[in-house]
C-alpha cells in the first residue's frame, strides 16, 4: 500500500469532494439523458431504436473498462487514473456538447464513459488510502451516498434542463 504524506491527510476531505463530484457526475450522465431521447431522436432524424445507442453504449464501455483501469490504478498509481479518468470524462463531455450527429454522439459517449470507468475504479481505493480506519466508513458511505443522488437525480434534471434549453 502507498504511504500518504501530512498534505494528504490534512487535504482528505476537499479530495472527498473531488471524489464524490466525480463519481455524482459519471452516475448522473448515466440517466440524465433518457428522458430526452425522444427530443434526440427527433433532432438528429433518427429512430429511436437507434438513439437508444446513447445511454447503451456508455453503460456498455464502463461495465467492460472499470475492471481493467481498476488494475491500471493497482499498476501506474489511482490518482493518476482517476485524473487520467476525470480529463476524459471532461473532453467526451464538451465532444457530446458539440455532437450534430448519432455517431459523433455515440463516439463521445463511449469517451466519456472510458472517463468515468477510469475515475470510478479508482476512487474508493484513493478514499480507503487517505482516510484513517475511524474516518473511512463515513468517507465510504458518503461517496455511496453520490452514486444514489447522482442516478436518481439525473431524469428530473435532463427533463427540466430540455425543457428550457436544448438537448445538448
Do not use: H
Amino acid at each position: 500500500m502507498q504511504k500518504v504524506d501530512d498534505k494528504t491527510l490534512k487535504n482528505r476531505w476537499m479530495i472527498l469532494l473531488t471524489i464524490v463530484s466525480m463519481t455524482f457526475m459519471a452516475c448522473l450522465d448515466s440517466s440524465i439523458v433518457n428522458v430526452a431521447l425522444p427530443v434526440m431522436s427527433s433532432k438528429l432524424n433518427v429512430s429511436m431504436a437507434s438513439i437508444a445507442w446513447v445511454v447503451t453504449s456508455y453503460l456498455i464501455v464502463i461495465s467492460s473498462t472499470i475492471l481493467i483501469f481498476g488494475r491500471l490504478g493497482d499498476i501506474k498509481g489511482k490518482t493518476r487514473v482517476f485524473r487520467f479518468g476525470v480529463l476524459l470524462f471532461s473532453i467526451g463531455s464538451l465532444l457530446c456538447g458539440i455532437s450534430y450527429n448519432l455517431p459523433l454522439l455515440v463516439g463521445a459517449r463511449v469517451i466519456q464513459a472510458i472517463g468515468a470507468a477510469g475515475a470510478m475504479s479508482t476512487s474508493q481505493g484513493i478514499i480507503t488510502q487517505v482516510f484513517s480506519a475511524n474516518e473511512r466508513g463515513r468517507a465510504l458511505g458518503l461517496s455511496g451516498t453520490f452514486v444514489a443522488l447522482g442516478t436518481m437525480v439525473g431524469p428530473p434534471l435532463g427533463g427540466f434542463i430540455v425543457s428550457i434549453l436544448s438537448w445538448q
